[in-house]
């Protein structure tokens, strides 16, 4: 007995919202790489997340994830798989926003993250274009050092990082927006600023840097040790805050992005140190999931391109470019 016109009509669009559901379950699982972080996103439950996954698979026939033992990975089928959905869902998208007129609330919060010298530079411009573009859109802004981030993109904690070193891993890209000039900096009250100092003087001088064994830290550890000198008196802090409020008082030289300091060194609050030896430059790299190329992902990416180059073009000569 063929269904009447309306059964008909409810039934397809019955299983169009099970195909949908079933597409953005496949998304969101490949994005967090956890069957419990993508219940939770979904608000749904882990077997459910499972079932609908076999049913997946069951469908095309072949094994789309990789999983267990600590292993997860797309099979060759699961990247062709995923490449498809997101372009339907996209395709979905940009159908619901065409006939609203407006654009589709993200219904959860952009996770980015940042090290504190990009959060002190250009992010405060980057998130104020993308509220403008998204204006119901939430953002969570986490300010860290760049192992706790990279960490945390990899559990999928963030979703997009601005770091010191890239994330090299499976299923993640990576690419740097711009370039920062590292100077040494200190009180005028600690600095002669007609002399030109040496790596061996810089030694000599009570050093504050950011704590053993982070990137920052591992810059500035070569820059003495290629000249056979030895840095002893050294004061470790994480924030970058705190390091130039400690220098301002007089505690110390730092070596720190110039663009970082900028308004002090304006002010006169700090002062360049005269080097004989330049510091090497250190590049912002972000890393993102590759593995989903999310519209929302994909306008993050080209905005920070953006607005950090747009910031370099502003900031002093020699101190941000962009490669």
């Known amino acids: 007995m063929a269904l009447p016109r309306r059964g008909r009509f409810v039934s397809a669009q019955m299983r169009l919202l099970l195909r949908t559901i079933d597409m953005?379950?496949?998304?969101v699982?490949?994005?967090t790489r956890n069957f419990r972080r993508a219940?939770?996103?979904l608000n749904t439950t882990q077997p459910a997340i499972s079932n609908r996954l076999t049913a997946i698979e069951s469908e095309y026939g072949c094994r789309l994830i990789e999983r267990g033992d600590g292993v997860f990975r797309l099979t060759s089928e699961g990247e062709q798989v995923l490449k498809g959905f997101e372009a339907a869902l996209g395709?979905?998208?940009?159908?619901s926003r065409s006939l609203s007129g407006v654009p589709v609330p993200r219904a959860e919060p952009l996770k980015i993250g940042a090290i504190d010298t990009v959060a002190a530079t250009?992010?405060?411009?980057l998130i104020e274009r993308l509220h403008g573009r998204f204006p119901d859109l939430q953002i969570e802004l986490t300010v860290d050092g760049t192992a706790p981030l990279l960490a945390g993109l990899k559990t999928g904690r963030f979703e997009v990082v601005f770091a010191i070193q890239p994330m090299v891993d499976e299923g993640f890209r990576s690419f740097s927006p711009c370039v920062l000039q590292m100077i040494w900096a200190g009180s005028?009250?600690?600095?002669?600023?007609?002399?030109?100092f040496t790596p061996r003087d810089i030694a000599k001088l009570p050093i504050i840097s950011f704590p053993k064994g982070t990137p920052p830290y591992l810059m500035i550890a070569p820059y003495f040790h290629d000249e056979q000198v030895l840095a002893s008196n050294l004061t470790s802090c994480n924030s970058l805050y705190a390091i130039v409020s400690l220098l301002i008082d007089g505690f110390g030289v730092a070596s720190l992005p110039a663009v970082v300091i900028r308004r002090e060194l304006k002010s006169g609050q700090l002062r360049p140190l005269k080097v004989t030896k330049r510091f090497p430059s250190m590049p912002v790299v972000a890393?993102?999931?590759a593995l989903t190329h999310q519209d929302m992902i994909r306008t993050v990416v080209e905005m920070s391109r953006t607005v950090a180059s747009e910031f370099c073009a502003r900031a002093e000569?020699?101190?941000?470019w962009v490669e």
């Open 188 to 196: 005028p009250r600690l600095i002669d600023p007609e002399r030109d």
């Open 91 to 95: 395709e979905l998208d940009r159908v």
């Open 29 to 31: 699982l490949t994005r």
């Open 317 to 320: 000569p020699g101190t941000a």
């Open 287 to 289: 890393s993102y999931q």
């Open 122 to 125: 250009w992010m405060p411009e």
């Open 39 to 41: 219940a939770e996103e």
């Open 24 to 27: 953005r379950t496949f998304v």
